[in-house]
């Protein structure tokens, strides 16, 4: 099973746009059988992907910093949490367990590990595709 990282907020913002968009790739996730892997939160975008993933019964698999666990309040429906010790472990991480990257809405943080994925990319030190989900 292919597995992407999805980089998005812990809030929904102030448009229902999108959550609708997180939802809507989260079913297309479903219907093609790919893995989400994520920030690990069971609030805002990143909560509205995974527990429509979860609901459908998909693989989920979440990586979260030690100094977020508490303040991201960790998904715990998500069978398979990995916590680490920093923000640049957290992208590691999440680096080597998927194919590929998408973004959704977010703040800074998303905007952050959007930036670090492309610059691999164009450091050619990970050929994974990157792209952001327009809804």
């Known amino acids: 099973m292919k597995k992407i990282v999805v980089f998005c907020g812990s809030s929904l913002g102030f448009n229902p746009i999108y959550k609708e968009a997180a939802v809507a790739l989260g079913n ?4 093609h059988k790919i893995g989400l ?17 979860l609901s459908k019964n998909g693989e989920v698999i979440g990586v979260i910093p030690q100094l977020l666990e508490k303040e991201e309040v960790i998904h715990s429906g998500v069978e398979e949490m990995i916590v680490c010790k920093t923000m ?7 680096s ?6 998408i973004t959704l809405p977010g703040g800074f943080g998303t905007l ?16 994974k595709h990157c792209r952001t989900f327009k809804y």
Not at 28 to 31: A, C, G, P, R, Y
Not at 96 to 101: H, N, R, S, T
Not at 113 to 127: K, N, P, R, S, Y
């Open 28 to 31: 297309h996730f479903v219907t």
């Open 37 to 53: 892997v994520y920030g690990g939160g069971k609030i805002g975008m990143m909560g509205a992907i995974a527990d429509t993933i």
């Open 88 to 94: 640049s472990e957290r992208k590691v991480i999440m």
């Open 96 to 101: 080597q367990l998927v194919d590929g990257y």
């Open 112 to 127: 952050d590990e959007l930036f670090e994925a492309l610059t691999l990319g164009q450091l050619f030190i990970e050929q």
